[in-house]
Nanobody, 123 residues
Framework: QVQLVESGGGLVQAGGSLRLSCAASGRTFSNYAMGWFRQAPGKEREWVGTISRSGGVTTYADSVKGRFTISRDNAKNTVYLQMNSLKPEDTAVYYC????????????????WGQGTQVTVSS
């Protein structure tokens, strides 16, 4: 079992920044690729980006590329999502997720999920 707890969400004005954290406990964190997803009201869950087990490879959805950065600190069992130049359309509940093996953009391939943290971007 892996437990994931997100934090760092909140209300920010358009153009602002937030950094989300996802703290993991349980199994060996470095064995897990991590993904960030988000879900806006009335919409399906959307892939934001992923980071490999070592942190050496990151991938991003086109909608956030160049604005969001994912990083991880395996010594602290934590993955981060730095969000810059936020837009109102970034408003959503953000989730981190973990899966053994390689990164994936498919939410169905992730085994463990956090409870989510709300990000609201005002215009």
């Amino acid at each position: 079992q892996v437990q994931l707890v997100e934090s760092g969400g909140g209300l920010v004005q358009a153009g602002g920044s937030l950094r989300l954290s996802c703290a993991a406990s349980g199994r060996t964190f470095s064995n897990y690729a991590m993904g960030w997803f988000r879900q806006a009201p009335g919409k399906e869950r959307e892939w934001v980006g992923t980071i490999s087990r070592s942190g050496g490879v990151t991938t991003y959805a086109d909608s956030v590329k160049g604005r969001f950065t994912i990083s991880r600190d395996n010594a602290k069992n934590t993955v981060y999502l730095q969000m810059n130049s936020l837009k109102p359309e970034d408003t959503a509940v953000y989730y981190c997720a973990a899966r053994q093996g390689t990164s994936s953009s498919f939410s169905s391939l992730y085994t463990y999920w956090g409870q989510g943290t709300q990000v609201t971007v005002s215009s």
